[in-house]
């Protein structure tokens, strides 16, 4: 199944976390392309310093829930503390859509509920899929063309 996942980093070595996260990637799915990174403002929560955000897309033979699992224990290894919502972090991983799963539980949303609102997860994503859509939403390209 054909997944995407977001990329983000905005403390330490956010190009070598944003890198270390594909390398992690890829021993458990195949990385078909991978955005350029992308410095971007913070969006909501505190004051903090600037992203750097990537997206990648992959197949994958995991279930959802399983590969959310990897993401969250990448994000763990590379230092990310959950102690903010939408704080500063050295890693964050969301699975944007897999395949056209819609999935909608405590532990994971399929698609991921605001991808559709975020410049930083569109532009990254347009360059390297220009044909994709977000289930439910359309395509990247209109919904990226639709924000302000």
Known sequence: MKVVIALGSN????EANLNTAIEELS???????????LETDPVGGIEQPDF?????????????VELLQ???QIEARLGRVRDVRWGP???????????????DTDELKLPHPLAHER??????????????????????????????
Do not use: Y
């Open 11 to 14: 403390l330490g070595d956010r």
């Open 27 to 37: 021993a458990a799915i195949s990385i078909q392309a991978v955005s350029s990174f």
């Open 52 to 64: 750097l955000n990537a997206v990648l897309v992959a197949e994958c033979s995991h279930p959802p």
């Open 70 to 72: 990897l993401m969250l």
């Open 89 to 103: 972090r050295t890693l964050d991983l969301d699975l944007i859509v897999a395949g056209d799963e819609v999935m």
């Open 119 to 148: 410049a930083f997860v569109l532009i990254p994503w347009l360059e390297i899929d220009p044909e994709a859509n977000i289930p439910g939403k359309g395509p990247i390209a209109a919904l990226l063309a639709g924000l302000s």
